[in-house]
């Protein structure tokens, strides 16, 4: 069945790095959204990808969508404390379900 | 603040009990989810409405039992569950236009725990 592989499934930084989150299907996709859960939280969605080559910002975040619609990031520069959470990307297949990936973890220390 | 509203918020219950989760939206979206977290897990789908219409069922076993009475509630009736049925239900809700492309709206979640 359809699959979204995502890594890593942890990452660690010092506050002021940056981070990186990658998604991958291994079918193309009709569009892919973000999500960010909080620790204790749920999940709140960040942004919708839908073209091809896709890039859209947020402040400090940055998502693209590959040419191929197969693959996704999330790079957050200068990583805040508040940054802290579950990343998760969750891509569909048009007129199916969402399917998430296993999420990325960030934890940021000052 | 989230605009989907689950109650309640934890729930500890016998495997022998009936209960019921309740979520509730207001943003007129006719598209409504309920999902199962574990710990460190993504959320997994469990079932779809779409105009209060069952339009997924992820093989889901018989003990939870999904309802939709109208375009605002969703409920979730459990029966004889089993300890791995502890985790977090989240319900999710999202317009209908090509409803698996629209983002989805979480609520908090209800905390289940079998004993």
């Known amino acids: 069945g359809q699959q979204v592989m995502q890594i890593p499934q942890y990452q660690h930084v010092q506050e002021g790095e940056d981070f990186t989150t990658y998604c991958n299907s291994s079918t193309t996709l009709s569009n892919i959204q973000w999500y960010k859960q909080r620790p204790g939280g749920h999940p709140v969605f960040l942004i919708q990808?839908?073209?091809?080559?896709e890039v859209k910002k947020q402040k400090r975040l940055t998502f693209q969508f590959g040419e191929a619609k197969k693959n996704s990031s999330l790079h957050i520069t200068a990583t805040q404390t508040t940054d802290v959470g579950t990343y998760f990307c969750a891509g569909s297949l048009s007129g199916t379900a969402l399917i998430f990936g296993k999420g990325t973890t960030l934890s940021v220390s000052s | 603040d989230t605009e989907v509203t689950q109650t309640p918020k934890h729930l500890v219950m016998g495997m022998t009990n009936k209960k019921s989760l309740k979520c509730e939206q207001h943003?007129?979206?006719?598209?409504m989810y309920w999902y199962k977290q574990k710990a460190k897990k993504p959320p997994e789908l469990m079932f779809v409405y779409s105009y209060e219409k069952l339009s997924i069922n992820e093989s889901v076993p018989s003990r939870f039992s999904p309802e939709c009475p109208n375009s605002s509630l969703l409920n979730l009736h459990l029966h004889a569950l089993q300890p791995e049925d502890s985790a977090l239900y989240l319900c999710a809700s999202s317009r209908l236009q090509g409803a698996q492309d629209q983002p989805q709206h979480f609520g908090d979640g209800t905390r289940l725990s079998i004993l």
């Open positions: 990808l839908v073209k091809s080559g």
């Open positions: 943003m007129g979206h006719r598209a």
